[in-house]
């Protein structure tokens, strides 16, 4: 399902336009993005910020698991003459992470900017969800973007500076409507992480944000989550996602990559350990 699907926003969208706008908000950065695949036609949250990004002058290092989605991702990028390279990559093994970071910055020359996008929910409260399930979610959502941060940290201490957007969820700020104890532990540690992780480094230059993304429509809802908490039925998940948003629409990966735009960018010279929500008012509901 594309993104002007049922669920998505309606009229002017942003970036609607198959090139988008060119700024160089990003001009000449070197940024690295992980899960910039996708897993199915659409806007997530990965593709998104690695074609914004890209739209916006940076060179970009995109990693995913899936080569396949990986590619579409780059091939885009490309052809809209931006610069992108790719690398298959599982992000939580430490060893294959810590490599990747320091051969990137080998061949570009430092890393500007790190966007720690993976992450992946399994349905299941405490009594429910198995203690596999439950490291596994952990080590998904939480230990990638700390293997990422613990490698990229010192690189950008060399290079004297540079911005880590980390990707949480409403779901660690609130609950949501469904019961993912692991997913939803695990992205509030993140945005803890994230502030950490700030004010540390604030004396070397690193700036070090979190984007909170609320129940958008991505390709994952039709691929994962609707089989898994509808029965198979996307327009029944989508029309229950929908009804908790303010805003009377769901945004889409788009929305996210602006986000984290603006937090890799010289405009947030002066933010630093704090969060965007970008969930069209759903956790500021007192119900």
């Not at 690295?32 to 074609?51: F, L, Q």
């Not at 590619?71 to 990028?77: M, N, S």
């Not at 990559?89 to 996008?117: F, H, K, M, S």
């Amino acid at each position: 399902m594309t993104a002007d699907a049922p669920g998505a926003a309606p009229g002017p969208r942003p970036d609607s336009d198959a090139h988008g706008p060119r700024r160089g908000r990003l001009a000449d950065r070197i940024a690295v993005i992980s899960g910039a695949g996708s897993v199915g036609p659409g806007w997530g949250n990965g593709r998104a910020t690695a074609i914004v990004f890209a739209r916006e002058g940076a060179t970009v290092y995109l990693t995913d698991r899936d080569e396949d989605a990986l590619e579409v991702t780059a091939r885009q990028i490309r052809e809209e003459g931006g610069t992108a390279h790719t690398q298959v990559l599982d992000v939580t093994d430490p060893d294959g992470v810590q490599g990747y970071l320091e051969e990137t910055a080998r061949r570009a020359g430092r890393i500007d900017v790190l966007v720690n996008n993976v992450g992946g929910s399994r349905h299941g409260g405490v009594a429910e969800l198995s203690l596999e399930d439950w490291d596994s979610q952990l080590r998904t959502n939480l230990t990638t973007a700390f293997l990422a941060c613990r490698s990229v940290v010192p690189i950008m201490r060399r290079g004297g500076g540079g911005a880590i957007v980390n990707t949480a969820s409403a779901s660690g700020q609130r609950w949501t409507g469904a019961a993912q104890v692991g997913y939803a532990s695990a992205k509030a540690a993140v945005i803890q992480l994230s502030r950490v992780t700030a004010v540390q480094y604030a004396p070397d230059g690193i700036r070090v944000n979190t984007v909170v993304p609320g129940q958008l429509h991505t390709p994952m809802v039709e691929a994962r989550l609707a089989g898994q908490r509808a029965g198979g039925d996307v327009g029944k998940l989508l029309a229950q996602r929908q009804a908790r948003i303010p805003l009377g629409f769901m945004g889409d990966g788009r929305d996210t990559a602006y986000a984290a735009l603006f937090l890799a960018s010289d405009e947030a010279r002066f933010v630093t350990g704090t969060e965007i929500v970008v969930d069209g008012g759903m956790t500021a509901r007192c119900d």
